[in-house]
């Protein structure tokens, strides 16, 4: 199958350092450093790339289940909310916050929220974020 690759370069100590992370593909480039991560400095984080992977992953998910159910969707639209939380002496992502919406003709509520949990499940990054509880709220407009 597919290999990706993104990349990431630190420079000096933790509280006042900084970094750059590159997607391998060149789509995206961003600054980040202690206050972008840890406070609500400019630039991005890991976690805020991780959100935006599981958003991208469950949506494509459950757009592929619902459609092998003969239910295609108009549009899956996902927000995920990725919490760092202070764990022991360091940190840890402590959960993530599915918030999906979509449009589906054709099909009822119960479905929906068959095909939702399954995506949540089985999206390749829900399933390399096992450690981490991963809630889903999901509405069938």
Known sequence: MTMRQSDAEW???????????????????????????FENGQGTNPEELIAAA???CFSMALSA??????HPPTRVHTTAKVHLEKAGAGFAIGRIELDCEAEIPGIDDAAFQEQAAGAKAN????????GTQISLTARLL
Do not use: I, N, W
């Not at 999206?123 to 096992?130: D, G, N, R, Y």
């Open 11 to 37: 420079r000096g100590d933790l509280k006042s350092g900084s970094g750059t992370m590159r997607l391998g593909s060149g789509a995206f480039e961003g600054a980040y450093s202690f206050p972008s991560r």
């Open 54 to 56: 599981h958003a991208g």
């Open 123 to 130: 999206c390749p990054v829900s399933k390399a974020l096992t």
């Open 65 to 70: 289940a619902l459609s092998q159910a003969g």
